[in-house]
């Protein structure tokens, strides 16, 4: 079964930096396509980046890229986000999620993806 745990979430200060890790398993983690996703109480779940299966390609939400970095590593069946210069409004619950075929369109559409993880969540402060 596919299981997807997110970790690394945690309290910070705005303008400081975070890496989330999740790790895959239950799957051949190298065929899928990966994505990280936000959520706040009470709104939708946001897409925030994306990743093709070999790394090549990434896809950023307007409102994080140049802050933020999805990577992978395959051999490691984990996924990254880097998160720089944060702030308070990036606080929310941070999910990964996968998909085995290839995004027709929007890769940060949570309808493109089948399988999530728990989430971590993130606190940013003023």
């Known amino acids: 079964q596919v299981q997807l745990v997110e970790s690394g979430g945690g309290s910070v200060q705005a303008g400081g930096s975070v890496r989330l890790s999740c790790v895959a398993s239950g799957l051949h983690y190298s065929d899928f396509y990966m994505g990280w996703f936000r959520q706040v109480s009470g709104k939708e779940r946001e897409g925030v980046a994306a990743i093709d299966t070999g790394g090549r390609y990434t896809y950023y939400a307007d409102s994080v890229k140049g802050r933020f970095t999805i990577s992978r590593d395959n051999a490691k069946n984990t996924l990254y986000l880097q998160m720089n210069s944060l702030k308070p409004e990036d606080t929310a619950m941070y999910y990964c999620?996968?998909?085995?075929?290839?995004?027709?369109?929007?890769?940060?559409?949570?309808?493109?993806?089948?399988?999530w993880g728990q989430g971590t969540q993130v606190t940013v402060s003023s």
């Open positions: 999620a996968a998909v085995h075929v290839r995004w027709a369109t929007a890769p940060l559409a949570e309808y493109n993806y089948n399988y």
